[in-house]
């Protein structure tokens, strides 16, 4: 493994980023954050993180946006809420982890073809054509978008036994007033 090292200057970080992830998450708490590692020591996957909670919550408050939202850290986030609960200071954390994958999709820097903002993707896609999940197609877009034909087919059994069963249908749902449904999804998203 080769380690490069990069330098970041001033003007290179975000100096709103904190004050964004504040508001977003609506966690007002995160400039409590005292470092102490107790969130990083109750992750499950903090091990599989490319930078531990604790180093997230510091990187938010430095202005690091580019690096946070680019991370795989948010993306692996269980929501199993340890952190949140054992925090000191009583951070949502895991409502960060939360505001930061929101965030990394509005802005279109997620990893890429990391499976759960493609899904997210794919799933507003669907809800706001439709206005119904259609569970099939959700994940034939899924796999297809993010290359990996080969889940697919080891899905494959699954999903037969689940079409067998009446679980899922290969039918498009939709609802008939799809123009509400717009306006509402417009009006939630902050359009007028």
């Not at 449904?181 to 417009?186: A, I, N, Q």
Request: hydrophobic residues 40%; positive net charge.
């Amino acid at each position: 493994m080769e380690i490069q090292e990069k330098v970041i200057f001033e003007e290179e970080l975000d100096v709103n980023f904190l004050n964004d992830i504040k508001k977003a998450s609506l966690c007002e708490e995160i400039d409590r954050c005292i470092q102490c590692g107790t969130c990083t020591s109750s992750c499950p996957n903090a091990e599989y993180m490319d930078y531990s909670p604790r180093k997230i919550i510091a990187m938010i408050k430095g202005g690091f946006k580019d690096q946070v939202l680019k991370s795989f850290t948010p993306w692996l986030c269980s929501s199993c809420y340890n952190c949140q609960v054992r925090c000191p200071s009583k951070i949502k954390i895991t409502d960060i982890m939360y505001a930061l994958k929101r965030k990394a999709i509005a802005e279109n820097v997620y990893p890429v073809r990391f499976p759960i903002a493609v899904m997210d993707k794919e799933m507003d896609k669907i809800l706001t054509t439709s206005g119904r999940s259609s569970e099939l197609w959700l994940m034939l877009n899924l796999f297809l978008k993010t290359l990996n034909p080969l889940g697919l087919l080891k899905m494959a059994p699954l999903g037969l036994n689940l079409l067998k069963t009446g679980r899922l249908s290969l039918k498009k749902e939709s609802i008939k007033n799809k123009k509400q449904l717009r306006k509402l999804l417009k009006s939630v998203k902050g359009g007028t």
